[in-house]
């Protein structure tokens, strides 16, 4: 087995033959201090990506990276049109899960008094947690809507405003959605659920700016410090899951019928071009129109109750991100431009400013990357730098990444013990699931800060402002 | 012989179920699934629900049976205790499974959550028959 090779300070380079059946060879972006967090696993999935059919380049792990399935969480790998592939495993079960960022024109002195009230109506507006139902009632007509037009259709329904849609990767709505390719099954999970945070790691959060590191880049994207920001953090919910589920049957059957070699059945994939492929991809467009969509409403109702304790005041969209996703675009591969199927599984879209999917807002600048911290830590903004599409065909970190089990976390911490520890530190949190609250201890996963700190000096997307949690609204 | 162990996995959960049936092993991994997000013993069995289920082999019929406990998980908002299952497999070899399922509608005042399990992964999926039968899952949530 070949060694690991640093390649430079926060690049380190998995060679061909680590493992058996690489095709290219592994890209992990870390620090010294990140790498040593980086389990064994995690590098022989990013290994067992580098096997996949037409990948190029390199099969890369973020500095979030950590334990997956399929590729590893963190993971990007950008396939050929041409003899390359899709894989479900590139994407996750939660499709276009993601964030999205609304900033305020309230300063955080403002807010402050009235944080717990705020905390309690935004928990009381938007449902979240395990069997939590909408307050939407989609009929299966609206279902399918929100899964071709996503963003587009909530506008048209009076979630949002049109300048929402210009602030949204992929304007919110991306192209190529296959209701066909839907199951019963996944509608039935996605309809009453349209409208819904969910659980685990999602969140909606009233934060404040703490600190500004750009200040023409945040002026762009409209920050300033103590200003107060929302930022909400779900994805396709059972839809997508279901959507995931499915087509992995299908899948794994393709695998045998086209005589690929997966290492792991997570892995399963079809070639580009081909029935299986084009169906998973319509449905995965489709789940991904639904987050945002999802997202969309969400937002809307936060308006809502903003607007209710704070009349007059405003809530725009700086952007929403989606950090699980296969997406079709265009890099240069050797000299020539290539269209490419990019895969980001829990990795962030980083497009600099030469690149015509960012905004108009922000072209001059590149988009911003919204990176959540776990539960009562930092996040932070960063502006996209051209220099990621030579590293990382544009992408970079979604998140902390988790360093401790859920049972080891359970061991250590209790929710109560979490919720009182996050008290002291004057952050208010309200839980449908008060127990789940200690796998999501601040503890469980990397400093967040140093994870940033790597995309940053990288090049790869450069630090706005960081972001502090005031309040927290959990499933 | 225990019914089901966990294993530590940083992300996610992982188990592995036991029995000295195909059907035992079936059914004390549906246990495992639901034993991770709500303690059996806060759920009464009030409500059954039946399923039937085909695939060409066990593993991925296995798959199907714990994805289907997830579907109805969601679907019908309910918890679920019990996992009768019977296996046949016809003359084409193909796999059938038939189950009867107890439980109850959520309660979350009685059903405290621990973890909500989003989906059945095929990462390290894998069924063993050596003295007994041995299914290895992970569990996005």
Redesign the interface.
Known sequence: MADIIKIDDNIYEVPIGYRPGMRVPGRVFVSAALREMV?PGTIDQVANVASLPGIVKYSMAMPDA?????FP?GGVAAFREEGGIISP?GV???INCGVRLLRSDLRAEEVSPRINTLIDALFEAIPS???ATGRLHATDQQLTEAFVNGSRWAVEEGYGVEADLTHCEESGRMQGAEPGQISA?AR??GRPQLGTL???NHFLEIQKVEEIYDEAKAKQFGLFKGQITVMIHCGSR?AG??I??DH??VL?KAVKKYNIDIP???L?CAPLGSPEANNYFGAMVCAANYAWANRHIIAHWTREVFERYFPGSKLDLVYDVAHNVAKIEEHQVDGRRERLYVHRKGATRAFGPSRREVPQAYANVGQPVLIPGSMGTASYVLCGCDRALELSFGSACHGAG???????A?KQFTGQDVKAALNRNGIVVRA??P??LA?EAPQVYKPSGDVVDVVHNLGIATKVARLAPMGVSK? | MIAFE?L??????KFRAYGKTAEAMLSNAAAALFNCMVRPETIAVKETWRVELQADDLE?LA??WL?EI??LF??E?SVFSTFSVRLEQDAASAWRLQAEIGGER?D?LRH?????V????????GIKKNEVWCIQV?L??
């Open positions: 389990e950590h334990l997956g399935y399929g969480i495993g996750g079960f939660d947690g395990l069997g099954k039935k999970r969910g659980s685990g059972g899951h279901q995931c589920t992995l049957e794994n792991d059945k997570q399963a988790r360093v401790m089990s859920r049972s080891q359970l449908t699931s127990g789940m796998e499933g | 966990y530590e996995h940083t992300a996610d959960i991925d798959y199907q994805s997830v579907f969601e679907t908002s959520i979350l405290a959550f621990a973890n909500e989003k989906a059945i992964t095929r990462h390290k999926f992970i996005d949530v």
